[in-house]
């Protein structure tokens, strides 16, 4: 398992606001930013899965939840004011909530295409947007999470490898719109990375897992604390200079090409 190289209190003050982060990697990171001493917030569409998260955080120090689908809008902007009247502003904003399931352009409906596309494009917008006015200050940070099918095309991927294209370029646009005000935005890519819900749709089973495995450069899936370990280093002053940024963490899975990922489901 990977270590943790930061130091304790590296974002002690801070406050931080997790989208989808009721589970996997968003929780993974969410924990992480507990661990260094900031007071974090996680949002999810399911308010019990939200609780039970929230009370794993506070095992490691001071947590929160609000509920909301990143989908609307005034719930986000209700969500953001519950959060400034308990912590303050905000200083970090992580936008990971994110939808995706494998299917081909004709399996899957309008809806479906849609639903992908809204969870992830759109709610990213909603949450920068309407968090800017609690995080408008030098030194505050959005981190969006990503993925290789934002530059990697892959069959049974066509909503996702459009929906992380488009967050990356809202990365790359809120980079250039915000860097005046001190506000740094950058993308993260994680590659596979073990016990997610991504995974365990992408690579169901231990045959897809082994293929998987063994074409990847670094011969291993990622862990949640490999991409915890980044969002960390970028949340943090350390990276004070990096803005606009799509910093991939794959084991090298990106330099494969598209086939790798869904090759153990035939597509
Ligand atoms: N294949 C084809 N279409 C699918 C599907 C699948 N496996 N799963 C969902 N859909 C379609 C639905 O059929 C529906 O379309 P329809 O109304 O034409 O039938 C559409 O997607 C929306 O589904 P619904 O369940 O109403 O919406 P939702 O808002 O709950 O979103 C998901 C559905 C699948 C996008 C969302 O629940 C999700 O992504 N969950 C998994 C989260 C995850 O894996 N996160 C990690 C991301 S890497």
Redesign the pocket.
Known sequence: MTQSVFQDGLLKGKVAFVTGGSS?INLGIAEAFVKAGARVVINGRNPEKLEAAVKGLQAHGTAMGVPADVRDYAALEKAFQTVREAYGEIDILLCGA??????PVL??????FK??ME?DVLGTFNACRAAFEHLRKPGAVVLNIS?PQAYLPMAMQAHVCAAKAGVDMLTRTLAIEWGGVGVRVNSITPGPIDD???MR?LAPGEDARQKLTQALPLQRFGNKQDIANLALFLASDAASYITGSIMVCDGGQSLLGSGVMLQALGA
Do not use: C, D, L, Q
């Open positions: 996997g994110a939808g995706n399931f494998p299917a399996g899957m409906s309008s809806n479906g639903a992908v969870i993925a997610t819900e991504g749709r």
